[in-house]
Every structure is written in structure tokens, then in C-alpha cells.
Nanobody, 118 residues
Framework: VQLQASGGGSVQAGGSLRLSCAAS????????MGWFRQAPGKERELVAR????????YYAASVKGRFTISRDNAKNSVYLQMNSLKPEDTAVYYC????????????WGQGTLVTVSS
């Protein structure tokens, strides 16, 4: 599956952004999907994950209650709604689909930059 992330931008603290990830391929609905982020000088971290049917989600503690992951399998898309953004949310955000449960062996989007100013 090929992934294309979009929706990043610059926003003030407290603002909102919605990231989108469009997938190609007819098997999108079979995949768990994840959103990762990487801030300057830091390791890439998993922000949120959603099961193939959308019923199960996971959030990193740092974003729980502020971010919402969702998907629309009919549109081959996954989304990350980000509210109450903080300067520490500044990072490049990536969508990813694991292969056999391993993201390092799966598919990654190109990344979209989110900048939150105080």
C-alpha cells in the first residue's frame, strides 16, 4: 500500500489541525494504521493507532484526550484530528501501515510538518 499524508501547517497553541492520509491499493481496509511523529532531535514515536475496522484505538499518553484517529475504508483514508495543540506537538507527522505487525517493514507516507507556536 502507498500512503500520502497531508494537512500539516502552522497553528497557534490551542488551535486544531486535521491530518489526512490517503492510501492506494485495494487491501487498505485490512491494515492497522498508525500515525507517528518525529520532532527535531528526537526519536520517532507512535502517536495513535487504529484497527482495520476502526473499533480499537490506541493513543500515546501525551496526546490522549486531545487527538482522535479515525478511518474511512470506503475512501481509503485515515485521519488524525488534533485539538488543543501545544508547542511540544511540533513535529513531522507520518502515517504508516505495518507489515506483519512491524512498522519498520511496512509502508510509510512522506510526512507532513505541524508547527505549533506559543
Amino acid at each position: 500500500v502507498q500512503l500520502q499524508a497531508s494537512g500539516g501547517g502552522s497553528v497557534q497553541a490551542g488551535g486544531s489541525l486535521r491530518l489526512s492520509c490517503a492510501a492506494s491499493g485495494q487491501t487498505f481496509s485490512f491494515y492497522v494504521m498508525g500515525w507517528f511523529r518525529q520532532a527535531p532531535g528526537k526519536e520517532r514515536e507512535l502517536v495513535a493507532r487504529i484497527s482495520w475496522n476502526g473499533y480499537n484505538t490506541y493513543y500515546a499518553a501525551s496526546v490522549k484526550g486531545r487527538f482522535t484517529i479515525s478511518r474511512d475504508n470506503a475512501k481509503n483514508s485515515v485521519y488524525l484530528q488534533m485539538n488543543s495543540l501545544k508547542p511540544e506537538d511540533t513535529a513531522v507527522y507520518y502515517c504508516a501501515a505495518p507489515r506483519n505487525g512491524d512498522y519498520s517493514k511496512g509502508s510509510w507516507g512522506q510526512g507532513t510538518l505541524v508547527t505549533v507556536s506559543s
